[in-house]
């Protein structure tokens, strides 16, 4: 069975971090683009940060810009998703999406682009 599952959300005070986690099974990752996404209440889901198969290429939001980063191990079947200075404004379920590429320099943060996506995982920034 083909699964992503994220890890690492939590409770977290505004300045403070985290580490999100985002591991495949079933499948190994190394051919896939990997995204993470976030969806905040009564919001649509935005594209956070990318990266591609071969880590060359990755993108980040202008939102979080800085304070973000994405990073894959693909000996781990995991990327990871690391995220400084949050803010209230970061507070959203944040989901991590694949999708299998013939091209390891490419990637996008296209919500219909993605093939897999994991169940997500929730970050609360609060005082």
């Known amino acids: 069975q083909l699964q992503l599952v994220e890890s690492g959300g939590g409770l977290v005070q505004p300045g403070g971090s985290l580490r999100l986690s985002c591991v495949a099974s079933?499948?190994?990752?190394?051919?896939?683009?990997i995204g993470w996404f976030r969806q905040a209440p009564g919001k649509e889901r935005e594209g956070v940060a990318c990266i591609s198969g071969s880590s060359s290429s990755t993108y980040v939001a202008d939102s979080v810009k800085g304070r973000f980063t994405i990073s894959r191990d693909n000996a781990k079947n995991t990327v990871y998703l690391r995220m400084n200075s949050l803010r209230p404004e970061d507070a959203a379920v944040y989901y991590c999406a694949a999708v299998p590429v013939r091209s390891l320099y490419i990637c996008y943060v296209q919500n219909d682009w993605y093939t897999y996506w994991g169940q997500g995982t929730q970050v609360t920034v609060s005082s």
């Open positions: 079933g499948f190994s990752l190394h051919y896939h683009a």
